[in-house]
Each structure stands twice: as structure tokens, then as C-alpha cells.
Nanobody, 128 residues
């Protein structure tokens, strides 16, 4: 069992930055690939970024590539999402998730997106 708790959301002006954190419980954190997803009001949840078990591989949605960076610290059981050059369209609830499966097409497939565990989310609001 893995429990995930996100933090770091808030209100920021367009062009600003935020860093989200996701703290995981359990001693098997390093065996999970980790992902960030987001859901804007009235829209479907969507993939944002993924990182492999070791942190050696990362993947991004085209909409955030070059602006967002995912990283993890297995010693601290934490995964991060650094978000720069934020845009109003980045406004959403951001969810951290853990998967025993490697990144792949299932990560784009609702309703579970290939994830085994989800956090409750943190709200990011970007004002114009």
C-alpha cells in the first residue's frame, strides 16, 4: 500500500513558477514509476509528466515540455514537479500517482491511467 500526499499548489500569476511535492509512504517507493496528472474544471484528467523508478527516464506531455520538470528523491520518498513559465491554461488540480508498470500508452487511458495509487490532489491556479 502506498499513500501519496501532494503539496505546493496555490495561486500564481502567468509567467510565474511553482514546485509541487508528493510525499509517499511505504518502503517500496523506489519500485514505483511516478507520474503527475492534472484535471481542469469540466475536462478529463490528463497526463502531465512521468519518471521511472530510478529517475533515469522522464516523459512529458507536449503541452508542458520545456516548462515543467519532474524529479524524485528516493531517499526522501518524494517526487517533485517544477513548473515554470506558467500559463492560465495550466490551471487545474494536480494529482500525483504511482504505478508498478513502466510509462506507456496506459498512462493516457482513463479511468485509471495505468496507476495503482493516487493522491488527493493540489490546486494550481494561474491568473492572467
Amino acid at each position: 500500500q502506498v499513500q501519496l500526499v501532494e503539496s505546493g499548489g496555490g495561486l500564481v500569476q502567468a509567467g510565474g513558477s511553482l514546485r509541487l511535492s508528493c510525499a509517499a509512504s511505504g518502503r517500496t517507493f523506489s519500485s514505483y514509476a511516478m507520474g503527475w496528472f492534472r484535471q481542469a474544471p469540466g475536462k478529463e484528467r490528463e497526463f502531465v509528466a512521468a519518471i521511472s523508478w530510478s529517475g533515469g527516464s522522464t516523459y512529458y506531455a507536449d503541452s508542458v515540455k520545456g516548462r515543467f520538470t519532474i524529479s524524485r528523491d528516493n531517499a526522501k520518498n518524494t517526487v517533485y514537479l517544477q513548473m515554470n513559465s506558467l500559463k492560465p491554461e495550466d490551471t487545474a488540480v494536480y494529482y500525483c500517482a504511482a504505478s508498478q508498470s513502466a510509462y506507456g500508452s496506459s498512462w493516457y487511458t482513463p479511468p485509471y491511467y495505468g496507476m495503482d495509487y493516487w493522491g488527493k490532489g493540489t490546486l494550481v491556479t494561474v491568473s492572467s
